[in-house]
């Protein structure tokens, strides 16, 4: 029986996948050309980490090699250059292609050299060449080797009314798979490639990750509520890695009973593991990038919950993020573009991350002899008071809490994020010894924040925005009902972060609002920083 794999590129033996035939149609086509004779194209295979573009280009390696006997076909993997020279890398690579071509390739000890490996004086048919893993390679490698495949495709191109194995050059067609670099992001005298086509790899589809579900189920003979799956692809987005990850937990790790379905009970189990107690090397990786200066600003700023970052990919932030796994781009009308985070169970890490990163220790919450009666009870919580108890707690705490809290480089001021945190934070130590819990919600992946308290059998949710001006909070009001909504709960706070505010306006926006679209009543709170 086969199994979810998240562990590199997937057998299709012994591993549940989806088949990806058009992404791999696509793939074949690109390097055969629309007509052979004339040649094939030089593309870029480009995605996130962990998107399957290794497995895609794989395949059509195998197809290739089976159906296209008149070709040599190729896949060099060079993730272990990463620190080679420019000398060594066009070394090791002539001496993979000499294994892909069946012939010993002369030693290359310049650019030249390189080049002339190409000549049909050295190969004997028209060559396809996948090179995985392209920009693990130095700047000086893939300005090199980029280059040289440039002027082949030039030299190619001049040579029209030949057919491909009878070019001067049977290099037919390349793909570069994972080509940050060599798009020009991170070369300041531009891209020597510029003569590719490109093919992007997407997350699997709502059926595919279903697909692999049903598969499993009809192997193993043990059901998969549609619940879980719908719920694995909504906090993956259908990122393979994940996707498999999150299937070998609910089908594996945390399977104890195999002929019980698999339901939302045993899901919830799991990914709260995966969130705070299993380590991932996709996560890993994910936070390692994302806490990097300089692109940690834009991250912190991704949490803002007022205003969406337009996505540009010759951003080099955004770029980074991006092929990194951390954010996506999200469409909004025909023609705008923004910045998300890749899906919510990223976002999720990294919200936790940086909450314990910045406050590792929120200091003391109130006074030990205190009351709380007010506040919270063994049957129930007072939001209202509670939310009170840490305005109190900010003004007394502020000049060392926020000491070395990260600040925007624009205006010195403190990110929106930090405050966000900061509530987490208290609330979770607050809840801790009364065997309350709270968790964050992000339900748009753009920094929209609810804050879901459990206690006493009960649900409080808790909406938390900045407060930016009255049409922005009545606008808020109507957010936070239909969010309620959605949770099936009939009360919800909004809370509403402001630098300073009057008893006046206080009275004025402290008002309970009945929504009486949903029947949802909503209770707004002011809570100064003191900024």
């Not at 990806?20 to 194209?41: F, M, V, W, Y």
């Not at 296209?68 to 250059?81: A, E, T, Y």
């Not at 531009?190 to 598969?215: C, D, K, Y």
């Amino acid at each position: 029986m086969r199994k979810f794999s998240s562990y590199g590129p997937i057998d299709t033996e012994l591993h549940y996948y989806a088949p990806r035939t058009s992404l791999i149609d696509q793939a074949c086509q690109q390097l055969l050309g629309e007509n052979p004779a004339k040649g094939g194209h030089y593309i870029t295979v480009w995605a996130p980490r962990q998107s399957g573009k290794t497995w895609v280009m794989q395949e059509a390696l195998f197809r290739l090699q089976k159906q296209s006997p008149r070709f040599d076909v190729g896949k060099l993997n060079l993730q272990h250059l990463k620190d080679a020279p420019l000398m060594e890398a066009l070394q090791v690579i002539a001496a993979e292609i000499a294994k892909v071509v069946n012939k010993p390739v002369a030693r290359p000890e310049s650019l030249a050299d390189f080049e002339a490996i190409f000549s049909r004086t050295v190969l004997d048919k028209p060559l396809i060449l996948i090179m995985d893993e392209f920009d693990a390679l130095t700047n000086d490698a893939i300005s090199g080797v980029a280059g040289v495949l440039r002027n082949i495709y030039v030299r190619r191109r001049q040579e029209a009314d030949k057919p491909t194995w009878e070019k001067e050059y049977l290099l037919h067609s390349v793909a570069l798979i994972g080509v940050r670099a060599v798009l020009g992001i991170e070369n300041e005298t531009g891209s020597p490639f510029n003569v590719q086509r490109s093919l992007h790899i997407p997350n699997l589809t709502p059926a595919e990750v279903e697909g692999m579900f049903r598969w499993y189920e009809a192997e193993s003979g043990q059901a998969v509520e549609q619940t879980v799956i719908e719920r694995v692809f909504y906090e993956t987005q259908g990122q393979p890695g994940l996707v498999g990850w999150l299937g070998e937990l609910l089908t594996e790790t945390y399977n104890q009973q195999a002929q019980a379905p698999l339901t939302p009970a045993l899901f919830a189990e799991v990914y709260a593991a995966a969130l705070k107690l299993l380590p991932n090397n996709n996560i890993l990786n994910i936070v390692s990038k994302a806490k990097q200066q300089p692109h940690r600003q834009l991250v912190l700023e991704l949490f803002k919950t007022g205003v969406q970052i337009p996505f540009a990919y010759d951003d080099p932030s955004i770029n980074f993020l991006y092929t990194n796994g951390v954010i996506a781009a999200v469409q909004e009308g025909k023609t705008d573009y923004f910045v998300k985070f890749a899906n919510p169970f990223v976002q999720k890490r990294l919200f936790n991350y940086f909450a314990r990163e910045i406050f590792p220790n929120p200091g003391v919450l109130y006074d030990p002899f205190a009351d709380l009666q007010d506040t919270i009870t063994d049957e129930s919580l007072h939001i209202k008071n509670l939310m009170r108890r840490y305005e109190l707690y900010l003004r007394s705490n502020r000049n060392w809490l926020f000491r070395n809290a990260p600040r925007r480089k624009t205006d010195d001021r403190l990110f929106e994020a930090v405050y966000h945190f900061n509530l987490y934070m208290y609330l979770m130590q607050f809840l801790q010894s009364y065997d309350g819990s709270v968790t964050p919600e992000f339900p748009t992946g753009n920094g929209k924040l609810d804050l879901l308290i459990y206690y006493a059998g009960r649900i409080y949710g808790l909406e938390v925005k900045s407060f930016l001006n009255q049409r922005e909070y009545r606008k808020a009001l109507d957010q936070a009902a239909h969010y309620a909504q959605q949770l099936a709960i009939t009360e919800i706070a909004l809370v509403l972060f402001v630098d300073h505010v009057d008893d006046a306006n206080r009275q004025k926006f402290e008002v309970i609002y009945n929504d009486t679209a949903t029947g949802v009543i909503v209770t707004p709170i002011l809570v100064e920083t003191g900024t």
